[in-house]
């Protein structure tokens, strides 16, 4: 089975802080995703990556930036953590699009 | 933005009536995916469909992919309380995986 793990299930940080949310997947997946999920809004795409090194704005990037230098490591990274970025984080791992997407378990922040 | 919607937001049923999801692409989509959601789990892939009117069934669920491949549905009949948690149809556009806003199905019993 394909695992997908994100680093922290909860966190608490402070505003202005930066904070990095990490997601590691095993299954030597081209293509992973960075969602938030906010109630009555769905998930929403922060951005994706689909190789080494490459990465493309989704929906909502504003306030948020990507690093993938591995192929299994996808890292999510808010420059300056504001309050209006609380909500859950999830994070996707798909061998290619058209095939299965394999969530993380999720990671609830909560910017105080 | 968004670009595959999903209604209804939010539905409540009494436990053994049936319900429905839909999906609606503004343009074609090569695939749809439905995921559920349970309530404190994370998206759990449920199937997939491929072609122009394909359904698919498992169990009490029925899948449907529109003729024109910009909509698409899903039908619990005889809804039971495993069934509540979120419902997502997600849609392949190029490199990107769109999910609707999702569906929060509640069955009273």
């Known amino acids: 089975d394909v695992k997908v793990t994100q680093s922290s299930r909860y966190l608490v940080k402070r505003t202005g802080e930066k904070v990095f949310l990490e997601c590691v997947q095993d299954?030597?997946?081209?293509?992973m995703f960075w969602y938030r999920q906010d109630p009555g809004l769905g998930l929403r795409l922060i951005y994706f990556?689909?190789?080494?090194?490459?990465?493309e704005k989704g929906d909502i990037p504003e306030g948020y930036s990507v690093s993938r230098e591995k192929k299994e490591r996808f890292s999510l990274i808010l420059e300056s953590a504001s309050t209006n970025q609380t909500s859950m984080y999830l994070c996707?791992?798909?061998?290619?699009?058209?095939?299965?997407?394999?969530f993380g378990q999720g990671t609830r922040l909560t910017v105080v | 933005g968004q670009q595959v919607m999903q209604i209804p937001q939010y539905q409540h049923v009494q436990e053994g009536e049936d319900f429905t999801t839909y999906c609606n692409s503004s343009?074609?989509?090569?695939?749809i995916q439905w995921y559920k959601q349970r309530p404190g789990g994370h998206p759990v892939f449920l199937i997939q469909l491929v072609k122009s009117g394909e359904v698919k069934k498992q169990k009490r669920l029925t899948f449907q992919f529109g003729e024109a491949k910009k909509n698409s549905s899903l039908h619990i009949t005889a809804t039971q309380t495993t069934d509540v948690g979120t419902y997502f149809c997600a849609g392949g556009r190029g490199n990107k995986l769109v999910f609707g806003a999702g569906t929060i199905l509640r069955v009273k019993s």
């Open positions: 996707a791992s798909v061998l290619h699009i058209g095939v299965t997407a394999f």
């Open positions: 299954m030597d997946h081209e293509n």
């Open positions: 990556s689909y190789d080494v090194k490459m990465k």
């Open positions: 343009t074609t989509l090569s695939n």
